[in-house]
């Protein structure tokens, strides 16, 4: 099982902002940053935000990222048809020498 | 433009071996550290493990150790994930991920590699 863990489900409609929240522990988010994933349907994943808050070049700034403790959350304002994808935080984990992704939250735009 | 390509789709049988691969270009190879994640039929994603093509060091998560083995070939710029003995439970597509110098992050993805294991 996933050592991060995320709702399997979220939903908003067009313009709204939507959180997803990601929950790990002492040993992976609580002493590493965080980084969210984007996966479209049939596609592979894709950096959407760096170290806990950063945002590659090309991402829209709709999408953020904050930390604090051992839970991190991914923030999608002013929602799109277009965002209804697969998300997925990732922090790295001390005891796997690795990093660890959450399970995994399927968002859909009502 | 930074990209990895990865071999296309295998179809194999249980017991049988299997190597594929992850080609990178525009960049210095050597400079970024190549990851395997797996993601099954789905399902969400797992690390498998990493490797550092500079010098073949390489790191694997328990869950995979022993069953896979992660190589690079520095002179052409690929890594390889390979299986001696595949079972049903590998069906699942893999991808293969640069690893970014900030935040530990996956910077470029490869477009993936299904791999199906059925008798």
């Known amino acids: 099982q996933s050592v991060l863990t995320q709702p399997p489900s979220a939903s908003g409609t067009p313009g709204q902002r939507v959180t997803i929240s990601c929950s790990g522990s002492s040993s992976n988010i609580g002493s590493n940053t965080v980084n969210w994933y984007q996966q479209l349907p049939g596609t592979a994943p894709k950096l959407l935000i760096y170290?806990?808050?950063q945002r590659p070049s090309g991402v829209p700034d709709r999408f953020s990222g904050s930390k604090s403790g051992t839970s991190a959350s991914l923030a999608i304002s002013g929602l799109q048809s277009e965002d209804e994808a697969d998300y997925y935080c990732?922090?790295?984990?001390?005891?796997?020498?690795?990093?660890?992704f959450g399970g995994g939250t399927k968002l859909t735009v009502l | 433009e930074v990209q990895l390509v990865q071999s296309g789709a295998e179809v194999k049988k249980p017991g049988e071996s299997l190597r594929i691969s992850c080609k990178g270009s525009?960049?210095?190879?050597?400079?970024?550290?190549i990851s395997w994640v797996r993601q099954m039929p789905g399902k969400g994603l797992e690390w498998m493990g990493r490797i550092d093509p500079s010098d073949s060091y390489t790191n694997y998560s328990p869950s995979f150790q022993g069953h896979v083995t992660i190589s690079a070939d520095k002179s052409i710029s690929t890594a390889y994930l390979q299986w001696s003995s595949l079972k049903a439970s590998d069906t699942a597509m893999y991808y293969c991920?640069?690893?970014?110098?900030?935040?530990?992050?996956?910077?470029?993805w490869g477009q993936g590699t299904m791999v199906t294991v059925s008798s």
């Open positions: 991920a640069r690893r970014t110098g900030t935040g530990d992050a996956f910077d470029i």
């Open positions: 525009g960049y210095s190879f050597t400079s970024y550290w």
């Open positions: 990732a922090a790295w984990d001390d005891s796997l020498n690795g990093p660890k």
């Open positions: 170290s806990n808050n």
